[in-house]
C-alpha cells in the first residue's frame, strides 16, 4: 500500500496537523463545541431510559414498579453534576474545563489523565449512541438487518466531515 494513502486517510478522519505555534490557540467554534460537549449527555438522556426499562423488564412486572425510584435518582445525580459543573465554571472561566480544575489540584500528570479519560469517554459516547441509533432504525426497517455497521460507518464518516467542514 502506498505510504500517501495512510496519510491521506488521517487526514480525512483525524484532519490537519496544527503547527506547533498553533497549538495554545487551538480552540472549537461555539457552533462545533456545544454538540460535541454536551453529546454525552444527550446520548444518555436518549438511550439510557430505554436501556433502565429493558434491565428491569428482566425481572417481569415486579422489576418496573422500581421505574419512578430508579428515575428520581437519575434527576438528583443531574442536578449534583450540573450544580458541579456551575461551581467549576465559576471558579475556572477560562473555560478549559476538567483539565485545569484537575491540573491545577492535582498536578499535570493527574490533568492528563483526566484529558485522556474524557477522550475515551467522547470516543465511546459516539459509538454507544450511533449503535443506539441504527438498533433503533433497522427496528423499524427491517430490511435493514445486516447493515448496522455500515450504517454506523455512514454515520460517523458524514459526522466526520461536517465536523471537518465546520473547523475550516
Partial sequence: MDKGVPKLLKRIFIGAPLTSNSLGEATLKKRVALPVFVADVLSSVAYAPNEVLLTLSIAGVAGLQYSLQIGICIAVIMAVVIFCYRQNVHEYPSGSGDYEVVSKNLGC???????????????MTVAVSILSGTQYIVSMISSLHGYETTMAVGVIYTTNCSYQHAWN
Avoid at 490533568?111 to 477522550?119: R, V, Y
Fill in 109 to 123: 500528570d493527574c490533568g492528563i489523565l483526566i484529558g485522556d479519560a474524557l477522550f475515551v469517554d467522547h470516543i
